[in-house]
């Protein structure tokens, strides 16, 4: 009886064990990697989304900042050909072309011959690294100048990549309605003055490659023209405001008073310094 139990205990596992083990632990493993697999490929998917949204929604935001500090100027010579300040739109060979003076510079470097007004092109062309697509691009000057923003230093580079088409409407106040057209330096068209309202109509494709259509609106903070010197821009004197009347700065007086008295425009204690 002993010699029996020691011989069934050391005899092991049959042939037909270890095929039936290999088989579960098989199967085990392709369960396995069939979860890794699938979490892997919805893992790329949702980072596609992300990234190609992360990419439209940051190009969008830029054009409505960009918009947003939009302007047009009337202290400079205005018998130039090429203004310096305009809000211009324009068909391109590939689309719609936008071009506007904006505040929206940033100076990258210390001591740079650079300020915070600058000109801006939104314009569709090939992309640099597949000429079969459209992209975005969006080009910024350095500064300004009475020449045309191709002749003016300055780097352009894709906004947003695989853009189908790109669509402006601009809001008129004075006629309230939607106009498909605006050039600040045209005499047709609308002079010195910005719109109220940019809707912007971006096509573009997916990740999946379907046509998906953004729409966005933005409201330039400075609609209309900035004058800092009223009389040089119109070419017409400013009369002084009357001393009487209706209307009249009831101050003038007072101010013309302190004006002649040097000592009562001082700050308070100053007045008699240095005399007995």
Not at 103 to 128: G, T, V
Not at 132 to 158: C, D, M, W
Not at 182 to 192: C, E, F, L, R, S
Not at 193 to 208: A, D, G, H, K, V
Request: aromatic share 10%.
């Amino acid at each position: 009886m002993r010699g029996t139990a020691r011989s069934l205990a050391q005899r092991g596992l049959t042939l037909l064990e270890v095929m039936i083990s290999m088989a579960i632990l098989a199967g085990l493993f392709v369960i396995v990697y069939a979860t890794f697999s699938s979490t892997r490929r919805t893992y790329a998917k949702v980072t596609r989304i992300q990234d190609r949204w992360h990419v439209v929604r940051n190009g969008l935001s830029r054009m409505t900042q960009d918009l947003s500090m939009a302007y047009v100027s009337l202290n400079e010579n205005m018998s130039q050909v090429n203004r310096r300040t305009y809000f211009r739109f324009t068909k391109g060979e590939f689309g719609e072309e936008l071009r506007f003076s904006s505040f929206a510079h940033r100076r990258l470097y210390k001591d740079a011959n650079e300020s915070d007004q600058c000109i801006i092109q939104y314009f569709l062309a090939p992309d640099p690294d597949d000429h079969a697509v459209t992209s975005l691009f969006r080009r910024e000057t350095r500064r300004l100048a009475n020449e045309e923003p191709e002749k003016i230093p300055g780097e352009a580079y894709v906004l947003i990549d695989d853009v189908l088409d790109i669509r402006y409407e601009f809001f008129d106040k004075t006629q309230d309605k939607w106009q498909d057209d605006w050039d600040t330096t045209a005499v047709d068209g609308q002079p010195n003055r910005l719109p109220q309202r940019i809707r912007i109509y971006l096509t573009f494709r997916s990740e999946i490659g379907n046509e998906v259509v953004l729409v966005t609106q933005v409201a330039p903070a400075l609609s209309d023209a900035i004058a800092l010197n009223p009389a040089a821009a119109t070419g017409k004197s400013v009369n002084p405001a009357p001393s009487s009347g209706k209307g009249s700065n009831p101050f003038a007086s007072t101010w013309t008073n302190l004006q002649g008295k040097g000592s009562s425009l001082t700050r308070p204690g100053a007045a008699g310094r240095g005399t007995k």
